[in-house]
C-alpha cells in the first residue's frame, strides 16, 4: 500500500515538474518572439525545474526500467552468473550514489553557511515579511529585506534525488537476493520501435481504400 502510494506521489511530482517547465518555456518563448521581452527569473527557474526533474525521475526510472542499457553478455550466462553479476553491478551504483550523497552533502553544507542567494528568483514578500529578521538569516538564511531564494534550498534536490536513487537499488538488490528478479530492468529501444511500426501497420490496414 504504502509503495503504490509513494509511486503516485512520485508520478504527480513529475507531471507537475514537466508541466511546469513546458509552461515556463512557452511563455518565455511567447514573450521574446512577440514582445520582444523577457523574464530571467523565468530562466533560472526553468533550469532548477529541469534539474528537479532529472534528478527526482532517475529513481523512478530503475523503477519502471526506463534506463538504457547493454546486457547481451549478460543474458548469455547461467541463472547464477546473471545473479552475482546484478548483485555487482548494483554494488558499484550503491557506490556511486554514496559518493554523490557526501559530494551534495559536503556542497549544500558550504552553500548553507556562505547563504548564497539565487540570482533572480525571490520569496513572495507576503511569505517573509512576517518572518524574524535574525531567525530566518540564522535558520533558513534568507533576508527579509531582499529575499531571495537561497541556492542550498533550490538545489536540495541533489540530497532528495540521490536518497531516492539509493533506497531504489536496495529494493533492487533485494529483489535479486530473494530471487524476485534476476538484474535490471532496460528500457527495449529496439522492440519498442518494432511495437511502434506494427501499431503503425495495423493503423494502415484499418483504413478503408482510396475510393476512385
Request: proline share 3%.
Amino acid at each position: 500500500m504504502m509503495s503504490r502510494f509513494f509511486s503516485h506521489i512520485e508520478e504527480v511530482v513529475l507531471n507537475a515538474l514537466i508541466t511546469a517547465m513546458t509552461l515556463l518555456v512557452f511563455v518565455e518563448v511567447i514573450a521574446r518572439f512577440f514582445f520582444n521581452t523577457g523574464f530571467l527569473w523565468i530562466q533560472e527557474l526553468t533550469l532548477t525545474i529541469c534539474g528537479w526533474f532529472v534528478l527526482f525521475g532517475m529513481s523512478y526510472g530503475v523503477k519502471i526500467g526506463a534506463h538504457i542499457g547493454v546486457d547481451a553478455f549478460v543474458k548469455k550466462l547461467p541463472a547464477k552468473g546473471r545473479k552475482y553479476t546484478a548483485l555487482l553491478a548494483v554494488a558499484i551504483c550503491l557506490v556511486y550514489c554514496g559518493m554523490f550523497l557526501v559530494g551534495s552533502w559536503d556542497y549544500l553544507a558550504k552553500m548553507y553557511q556562505i547563504g548564497v542567494p539565487m540570482e533572480d528568483i525571490d520569496f513572495p514578500h507576503f511569505l517573509v515579511s512576517g518572518l524574524d529578521p535574525d531567525k530566518a538569516w540564522e535558520y533558513l538564511r534568507i533576508d527579509v529585506e531582499e529575499p531571495a531564494v537561497p541556492l542550498w534550498i533550490s538545489q536540495s534536490i541533489l540530497l532528495i534525488g540521490f536518497s531516492l536513487l539509493t533506497w531504489r537499488f536496495l529494493q533492487l538488490a533485494l529483489a535479486i537476493i530473494t530471487n524476485k528478479t534476476d538484474g535490471f530492468a532496460f528500457a527495449d529501444e529496439a522492440k519498442e520501435s518494432m511495437h511502434l511500426i506494427d501499431q503503425e501497420a495495423q493503423a494502415d490496414d484499418k483504413q478503408p481504400g482510396d475510393q476512385k
